[in-house]
């Protein structure tokens, strides 16, 4: 039955080919079984035997000579040559030959004359036999093939993905055919229509639609975080059309990225889709041993050799990375955890000297926009090796010394604290850690781009902290790098109580300390104490909107204290208050002392006025006329008038009723000077517990 059949059926015939796996598990049955059958038709029909033996991939296919000739240029010409030296040995095609055995089976139905091999072409068969037909210059089914590609597997996202994922095997036949360039420009032009419709591609699937992850998405994830490979990759499967992509080989995913710029697909929905890729093939823990185990054998040599497998395969894939990273004017766009993230893996990979100067250049351009949690931190711990000499410390002195010139002022002052909360979290609490290493650390920032000495004062404390041993000339050298007039009040106030600086450091920051005191009250006293003039009404900040008898002087503005004054205040009694009760007590003594002022200026103003007037009317006796009448009011008026106009007395045209409002003001003005004594008097008592 075999025999009348046409086909030779051996052990390996049931075996699948290594390119088996390239096709659909619909398609290769089926073809098989319609061979057979029109090789047995063929030989019903023409009474002739198949004459030629076929073998590819380790399977053997008997055929007939005539329709294997007419249709295929390869074919005629080996059977041609078989003739010549009368040889009947089977035509063996070569290994390089595309598709295997399933790609000939279609087409030497193709061959036979059976219509049915195009209806056979599906996403996964038509890229190999299209190479195939290729290969053996089959006439006709290479049309078919193009018009199946155009027409059916390019208007389809998934139909796309899978001829581009099937191409791999069978380049560069498949980039000369067009094929992958066809496939690229069609999955980047739906890229492109999935960002203006999202809902699009998402509702013909049957599913939910998501939303879409660009730049400002990715940066809100990881801010004031570590890199986390999981978190990341989470992210990226919210996009259906970035996870396929990210499963891509690199050189697809690079040449869809380059497409995806070429139509005009802004550069925040590009960039992140390569923080993915990066994140999946490069950055991942789980990818990195998934290939060291899968390249590893039992034995440690093995072992050995899947590592540096993975390490391979990640240099490869993180070199095309840092190609595809945008340029360093639109780097901004990306995270600056990502690019510190790759930095830290690339000193364990060997990487090209463009690749990995390209990626300094861009660290080196986030270096001010990152945290301390971005820089990257030794991961191995060598029991003789200090962490100031691990690759990852002296990359990142590197990166800012060679860098930090370039920035602008601003710039540079990110950058220099940054540098110094770095020293204070990784470098300086290593008890290994030698004097002289730390002082060409602190050296690689300049002192003139340290806006504040805050962070480099607390890693040298760390580091005398932890190296209780210094000599008291090394402490001086070390603390030469600190400047006090760059440290806070509050950190002058602990270098000063510091047991640990050395002695002249201490008197240099008592000095900044007393001028940051000196300073601070005369703030607060240019401050405290504003009056402003409207409508005949004096404001003081603080004094509980006070407003001054009618008619009586204005106080002025700023009036020092009499001499005799028992609330005048001197900055010695200033200092004694805020050495007692803090700078808080010292704010309200002064607020309260300029109340004092104000309300002493108008007593003295209203006690004169009273004193001008008992004067005069003791002088005047009474203001009788001749007859023994009192004189009249408009009489009584003008000499009131008068004597205003003399002693510019505020009381002398005032009634009994006047004087008695003026006194009882005068009566709440003594008021409030007991109750605040006594609040005062507790206040100190306060202090002093």
């Not at 041993?469 to 270098?495: D, M, P, V």
Request: one cysteine or more; hydrophobic letters at 40%.
């Amino acid at each position: 039955m075999e025999k009348i059949m046409g086909m030779e059926t051996t052990e390996t015939e049931v075996e699948m080919s290594p390119a088996a796996g390239m096709f659909s598990p619909y398609s290769s049955p089926s073809t098989a079984f319609l061979l057979q059958r029109r090789v047995l038709a063929w030989a019903k029909e023409t009474g002739s035997p198949a004459t030629v033996s076929v073998r590819v991939a380790g399977k053997s296919f008997n055929l007939h000579r005539d329709p294997l000739a007419s249709r295929c240029r390869y074919f005629s010409e080996a059977t041609t040559q078989q003739e010549e030296n009368n040889s009947g040995d089977a035509i063996e095609l070569p290994a390089s030959f595309p598709g295997g055995s399933e790609a000939l089976e279609v087409i030497a139905l193709f061959c036979y004359g059976d219509d049915a091999a195009v209806a056979l072409l599906d996403p996964f068969n038509v890229a190999s036999v299209r190479c195939a037909v290729e290969f053996l210059g089959a006439r006709g089914l290479g049309a078919r093939c193009d018009l199946y590609i155009n027409q059916v597997v390019l208007q389809s996202w998934d139909d796309a993905l899978i001829v581009l994922q099937r191409c791999r095997p069978l380049l560069p036949m498949a980039e000369e055919l067009l094929v992958v360039s066809r496939c690229v420009e069609s999955l980047a032009f739906m890229a492109c229509m999935e960002i203006l419709d999202p809902d699009s591609e998402q509702q013909r699937r049957g599913e939910d639609p998501g939303g879409i992850v660009d730049a400002d998405a990715a940066r809100g994830l990881l801010v004031g975080r570590r890199w986390d490979a999981e978190l990341v990759k989470e992210l990226a499967a919210r996009d259906l059309w970035i996870k396929d992509l990210v499963a891509l080989p690199l050189e697809f995913f690079r040449r869809i990225v380059q497409a995806l710029r070429r139509q005009g697909m802004k550069e925040k929905y590009v960039s992140p889709v390569v923080l993915f890729y990066a994140n999946k093939w490069v950055l991942s823990k789980k990818t990195h041993k998934f290939w060291a185990c899968s390249g590893a054998e039992d034995d440690e040599a093995g072992a050995g050799r899947g590592e540096s497998d993975a390490n391979r395969r990640a240099a490869e894939i993180l070199q095309g990375v840092v190609e595809l990273l945008p340029v360093p004017a639109e780097a901004a766009i990306l995270p600056a955890a990502f690019y510190f993230a790759l930095l830290s893996r690339s000193l364990s990979l060997e990487l090209k000297e463009a690749s990995r100067a390209r990626l300094r250049d861009l660290v080196a351009s986030h270096l001010r926009f990152a945290c301390v949690d971005d820089l990257p931190l030794p991961e191995q711990e060598d029991a003789d090796r200090s962490v100031a000499d691990s690759p990852e410390v002296m990359e990142m002195e590197s990166i800012v010394s060679n860098h930090v010139a370039m920035l602008q002022r601003q710039g540079a002052e990110a950058v220099a604290e940054l540098w110094d909360r770095y020293l204070v979290q990784v470098v300086a609490c290593d008890p290994k850690l030698r004097l002289e290493r730390l002082e060409e650390l602190i050296g690689v920032v300049p002192a003139a781009d340290r806006k504040t000495h805050d962070h480099l004062y607390e890693a040298i404390n760390t580091y005398l902290t932890d190296h209780p041993g210094l000599c008291g000339e090394e402490k001086a050298a070390l603390c030469g790098h600190l400047e006090c007039r760059k440290l806070s009040h509050e950190a002058c106030i602990q270098a000063v109580q510091n047991e640990r600086m050395p002695l002249r450091f201490v008197v240099q920051a008592l000095f900044v300390q007393q001028l940051h005191t000196q300073r601070a009250f005369a703030d607060r006293s240019s401050d405290s104490f504003r009056c402003m003039y409207a409508s005949g009404e004096l404001l003081i900040p603080g004094a509980g909107g006070y407003t001054p008898s009618p008619g009586c002087g204005p106080v002025p503005t700023s009036q020092p204290l009499s001499a005799t004054s028992a609330y005048t205040h001197t900055d010695a009694d200033a200092a004694k208050l805020r050495a007692r009760g803090g700078d808080d007590d010292a704010s309200d003594y002064e607020t309260a002392s300029f109340r004092i002022q104000a309300l002493e200026q108008e007593i003295v103003s209203l006690k004169r006025t009273l004193q001008r007037h008992n004067t005069v009317k003791g002088g005047g006796g009474g203001s009788v006329r001749k007859d023994g009448k009192e004189a009249s009011f408009r009489a009584d008026a003008a000499a009131g008038r008068r004597r205003g106009a003399v002693s510019g007395s505020c009381i002398g045209s005032m009634r009994w009723g006047s004087q008695r409002r003026c006194a009882s003001r005068i009566l709440r003005v003594f008021t409030r000077l007991a109750v605040f004594g006594r609040s005062s008097r507790s206040r100190g008592k306060q202090s002093k517990c």
